[in-house]
């Protein structure tokens, strides 16, 4: 019997236990939302195309599938396509659906066509950045592509792809049979795992090794391994650094956890990872940042120091710092395999020194001290040390938090402790603003049980504030905390070291400084917004407004001071190349 692409995709999408898709209507794609009302899959409508990839990029981030994001075309899909990147270059797992302009009107620029190159070429646009991009070209190929997307998403390196559907497929009908056959074939593709001779050779190498350092990246978090990586680390006694995406795969407050790395890392922790003899990076891909722009003897010392690299994905073994062995392995089941060979080879574990447990701990004590001043500060606007600590005072152990860019994202890296493994949400790899606000919709959406507050800058809400038009739709209870210094800051604090301006990185009005104000913009959105008058006001604010399970907007002014930084950035080398200077404070 045949039925519609339409009706026959929805079905296809229940029955891969879809929950949930995250998009804007156009009229290419209507044929889908008219089934979807039919369904029990719940369409989360946004106002920017941008919102619902990064809603659907948090929820994948959060349930571990691939999330669907359905779009338009041209101006739907450009508007997306920084979410969609965002979600690429910190492999999140996601499909694109979008529609296209009709198959046989390919060429002739019909309505929103982008065709200047070459015709009926709108999917291209995404190419350097998804797995995969596809164009539907006849409809009985659409279940065959649509299975696929599904298998390529979610397997390897995950990653977004795309499907691009002309219009007139959606409404075209095609037998049943042609998606029934996808009932044959599995969901989920079993990764690979690593063999039992180089896990032996691994567990030797850093049993035996002096000043071993365990480096966890985002792939840990993504592969759901942080458990299995606790327990070799403790077995081993190993201690553990983390990227900014691996923050969190050892709880913060673990007596091995050393913390962040690189350029906004601080000083103890890069001079571990620094003079770590054996250094095991586990799904990490060494990125800039991280690595102090890959400057010699700053946080990495290769060769000197030895490298064990494991990832899913092979092209990141050694192409950014060579490896003595290099495996290319889920970390989940790599992290079992070690654990099974290190209590076969060493059944009581490895006793190392203790004496980093306790450098360990008088770091920690010194961090809290250095900044405690700023801390208990009750100046205002708000020192962003106070923020910070007084959001992790307030949330739970467990609670999710996203982060957009700036302090909300590098001072959280470097101080802010996170205890639940994967309860913290920061765009990467793309480094985009405007993600926290919207990532904390599909986080939530994904943990409906637990609390989810978005730490971002006013540059970084001011992209897309209608955010809070789905929130107040759905009935999403978000917190979000607008670190408001009328600046985009970390840039104004760069450019005020290197060349004494703020020219074009400052909010003002009439030369006097100049915020909306977003408290009341909540309020227009049908929303609660608060506007916080004092240091004394927020931590009280922040508790009710979590405790009132409701979306609610705190616009709180902060100081503009810069995250302070030990590692290196190259940028500082270009701009300034005969000065030691980096971020300052703006008055």
């Known amino acids: 019997m045949k039925k519609l692409i339409s009706a026959q995709l929805v079905k296809y999408l229940e029955s891969r236990g879809v929950k949930h898709i995250f998009g804007l209507c156009g009229h290419t794609n209507i044929a889908v939302l008219a089934e979807l009302e039919k369904s029990s899959i719940k369409f989360i409508n946004v106002r920017h195309e941008q919102i619902a990839a990064h809603a659907a990029d948090g929820y994948a981030r959060v349930t571990k599938k691939a999330a669907v994001v359905l779009s338009h075309l041209g101006p739907g899909l450009t508007n997306a396509a920084t979410g969609v990147a965002n979600a690429a270059l910190d492999s999140i797992p996601m499909v694109v659906i979008a529609g296209d302009v009709p198959s046989y009107y390919y ?44 298998q390529l998403a979610e397997s390897g390196r995950p990653g977004p792809v795309l499907i691009s559907v002309p219009m007139d497929i959606f409404s075209t009908k095609i037998e049943e049979e042609a998606f029934r056959l996808l009932d044959h074939h599995i969901q989920v593709v079993e990764k690979p795992s690593l063999d039992e001779e180089t896990a032996a050779c691994i567990v030797e190498k850093l049993a035996k090794a002096e000043r071993p350092v365990l480096y966890a990246g985002g792939g840990v ?157 009750t100046s205002f606007p708000m020192k962003p040390e106070r923020i910070l600590a007084e959001v992790r005072d307030v949330l739970p152990r467990d609670a999710y938090l996203t982060t957009d860019v700036g302090w909300n994202k590098n001072g959280v890296g470097q101080q802010f402790p996170i205890y639940t493994p994967g309860s913290i949400l920061t765009p990467g790899g793309f480094a985009t603003m405007g993600f926290g606000s919207s990532a904390a919709i599909g986080a939530k959406i994904a943990a409906p049980d637990k609390v989810v507050v978005s730490l971002i800058g006013d540059g970084g809400f001011g992209q897309n504030p209608s955010v809070l038009a789905t929130a107040k739709e759905e009935n999403i209870p978000v917190v979000w905390v607008v670190m408001n210094n009328s600046a985009f800051g970390t840039i104004a604090g760069l450019e005020m070291a290197h060349y004494d301006t703020t020219y074009g990185t400052r909010f003002q009005a009439d030369g006097e400084s100049y915020t909306p104000d977003f408290a009341a913009i909540a309020k227009g959105y049908g929303i609660k917004g608060i506007k916080i008058e004092s240091a004394a006001q927020f931590k009280g604010v922040l508790k009710e407004a979590i405790a009132a399970n409701e979306p609610v907007v705190i616009d709180v002014a902060m100081k503009n001071e810069p995250v302070p930084t030990d590692g290196k950035w190259n940028i500082n080398d270009i701009y300034s190349p005969d000065d030691d200077k980096s971020h300052v404070s703006i008055p």
């Not at 950045?129 to 997307?149: H, T």
């Not at 680390?233 to 673990?254: C, F, Q, T, W, Y």
């Open 221 to 377: 978090v993504l592969a759901d391994a942080t458990r299995e990586l606790r327990e070799f680390a403790e077995h081993l006694n190993i201690p553990v650094a983390h990227s900014l995406m691996g923050k969190g795969a050892l709880p913060d407050d673990h007596e091995l956890a050393l913390g962040m790395t690189g350029f906004w890392g601080t000083k103890f922790i890069n001079e571990q990872t620094k003079n770590a003899d054996y250094l095991f990076g586990a799904g990490t891909r060494f990125s800039e940042a991280d690595s102090s722009s890959w400057y010699d003897n700053v946080t990495f010392d290769f060769p000197k120091t030895k490298l064990i690299h494991i990832d899913i994905d092979p092209n990141e073994i050694g192409r950014n710092y060579p490896a003595e062995i290099g495996a290319v392995a889920d970390l989940k089941k790599a992290f079992i395999t070690l654990n099974r060979v290190a209590k076969r080879l060493y059944p009581d574990g490895i006793d190392r020194n203790e004496q980093l447990r306790e450098a360990i701990v008088n770091y920690r004590q010194s961090l809290r001290e250095s900044i405690s001043k700023n801390v208990s500060s």
């Open 107 to 150: 060429g002739k620029h019909p309505h929103q066509e982008v065709n200047m190159h070459a015709d009926g070429a709108q999917y291209e646009i995404y190419r350097p950045f998804v797995k995969r991009a596809w164009r539907v070209d006849q409809a009985e190929l659409f279940p065959e592509i649509l299975q696929k997307a599904f």
